[in-house]
C-alpha cells in the first residue's frame, strides 16, 4: 500500500521559515514524481511545487518562486519542502502526493496534510 507521511507544519510569523518533510513507503520510489500541493478554506488544491525522483527535475508555482526549494533524499524515501519568506496568502493545508511517473502524471496517492499558518 501506497503510503505519504508529511511532518513539519506549524504556525509562524510573516518571513519565518518552515520545513515540510514527506515520508513515502509502498512504492517505488524512483518511479513517482513527488509533489506538494496546498488548499486555503474555500479554495482548489493547488500544486505548488514538484521534483522527478529519477532526474531531479524540479517545478514551482510562480508565487513560491525564490521562497520554496524542493528536494528529496531517494536514500531514505522521503521529500522535503523548504518554505523561507513566508507570507500569509501561504497559509493552507500541505499535502504530499506521489504522482506517476513525473510531475505532468496523475496523483496515484496522497498524505494526509499537514497544516501551514502563517500570520502578519
Known sequence: EMQLVESGGGSVQAGGSLRLSCAASGFTFEDYALGWFRQAPGQERV??????????????????????????????????????????????????????????????AWGQGTQVTVSS
Do not use: H, W
Not at 525564490?66 to 521529500?79: E, L, P
Not at 523548504?82 to 507570507?87: A, D, E, I, R
Open 47 to 108: 500544486g505548488v511545487s514538484c521534483i522527478s525522483s529519477s532526474d531531479g527535475t524540479t517545478k514551482y508555482k510562480d508565487s513560491v518562486k525564490g521562497r520554496f526549494t524542493i528536494s528529496n533524499n531517494n536514500a531514505k524515501n522521503t521529500v522535503y519542502l523548504q518554505m523561507n519568506s513566508l507570507k500569509p496568502e501561504d497559509t493552507a493545508v500541505y499535502y504530499c502526493a506521489a504522482l506517476k511517473t513525473d510531475c505532468q502524471g496523475f496523483v496515484a
